[in-house]
Every structure is written in C-alpha cells, then in structure tokens.
C-alpha cells in the first residue's frame, strides 16, 4: 500500500462512453500526476498538477480532461476515446514538483480498454 | 532531450544466480537516477535513486546500483535473485539544478522472469 489509491482497476468503455479515474493520495503530497503505460513503452507523462495547479499538458489530446479540485484528488475524465487510447493508467504523488525530483509514490493504476 | 535505454526487454535468470540489469541515459547536465519495480497489477514502486555522492547506491529488497559517468550508465544489481524478484524494471532520469519540473523520463522497461 503506498497511499495512492486509484479507482477503479479496470474500466471497459465503448468509444462513445464518458468515464472517469479518480486517483486520491493520503501522504499529504503536493504534486499529483497521470502517466499512461501502454505495452512496451516507456511511461508517457500526461498532466503534473502542483498545488492544484496544471503545470504540466504534455500534448495530450483533448478527449483526455484532467481536474484537480484539492491537493489530495485528481481526475482524469475520459470521452469519445480510441482504442489506441487502451492502456494501464498510472495516477503519482510526490511531495512537490519543483523540488530535487522527489521520490514518486504510484497507485496500482486502471487497466482501460476501450472497444 | 534526455532519454533512457534499457537495451534488454526481457532477462530470465535462475534463482540464486546473479542478476545485472542495463540502463543507460542521455542528459547533458548531472542527472537525477532511479530504479523502481512494477509487479504484475501493481504500480511503480522506488528501489533507489542516485543524486550525487557514492556512485553506488543501495536500494531496498537487497539492490544496488552504480552510477558511471564515463559510462552514462546506471545498472541495477543483485547478488542473488529470489522468485519474488519476477517483475518489471524500469530505470528513469530525472533533471537537475534550477527550473527543475520534477519531471522524469522512463526507459521501456526490463521484464525479468525467475526460473526455480
């Protein structure tokens, strides 16, 4: 158990669904990310949010909307998907972004496909 | 840019026998290293991280790690590996100095399996 906890672990969704993952940290963190894992690649970084504040898009496509309401909740609301878009969803918390790349606690993440 | 290669996608060793996973990076400036292990269904979780200092650097479920500039490597060691080392391994660097964003940069990952 890190403190990350994500829900929920598996989602399927049919392109035309809106969802959403809700990742919830209990460390009293600062900064809070989404990272995508797909099958044998690199984790891709998606949003950094920094006492609440987004800090970070790395060019993620609109059908991908994150909110960030307090330090401790982070969403990640979903429409109008691809099944490209079918992968592991990893939610972090580090202390703050911004400090010496602080160590990142994950969550155990939500298996998405989208059909 | 930065980046991180792990030249090996899948490593099998037998347990008990040692076990050395590659990483090697690209950053200009001194980087900020890691080590962390994913188990099936779970998420990432931190062996170690290199900042500066000792170039090598002890983790936690007995792993170490070198650092070597000349190299611009950072692998992960293990004496001796246990069948609940089966998982998948992936090295990341992170920048330093100001302006830092607290970003990291995660190579492809390294799946090890363990042998009885």
């Known amino acids: 158990e890190t403190g990350v906890t994500q829900t929920p672990r598996h989602l399927v969704m049919g392109m035309t669904n809106k969802k959403s993952l809700k990742c919830e940290q209990h460390l009293g963190h600062n900064a809070m990310y989404w990272y995508k894992q797909s099958a044998k690649k690199p984790l891709e970084l998606m949003f950094v949010y920094n006492f609440k504040e987004q800090t970070e898009n790395n060019s993620v496509p609109s059908r991908f909307s994150p909110e960030c309401p307090n330090s401790s909740h982070l969403f990640l609301h979903l429409h109008t998907l691809q099944p490209e878009d079918s992968a592991l969803y990893l939610c972090?918390?580090?202390?703050?972004?911004?400090?010496?790349?602080?160590?990142?606690?994950f969550g155990s993440g939500t298996q998405l496909s989208v059909l | 840019a930065q980046s991180v290669t792990q030249p090996d996608i899948h490593i099998t060793v037998s347990e008990g026998a040692s076990l050395e996973l590659r990483c090697n990076y690209s950053y200009g400036a001194t980087p900020y290293l890691f080590w962390y292990v994913q188990s099936p269904g779970q998420g990432l979780q931190l062996l170690l991280k290199?900042?500066?200092?000792?170039?090598l650097v002890q983790g936690i479920k007995g792993f170490e790690a070198e650092f070597k500039r000349s190299q611009s490597s950072f692998n992960l060691r293990k004496p001796s590996v246990h069948w609940s080392d089966a998982a998948e391994y992936f090295c990341?660097?992170?920048?330093?100095?100001?302006?830092?964003?607290?970003?990291?940069?995660f190579g492809q990952g390294t799946t090890l399996q363990v042998k009885p």
């Open positions: 972090a918390s580090s202390r703050g972004q911004g400090l010496t790349n602080e160590k990142l606690f």
């Open positions: 290199y900042f500066s200092g000792d170039t």
């Open positions: 990341a660097v992170g920048s330093s100095g100001s302006g830092n964003t607290g970003k990291l940069i």
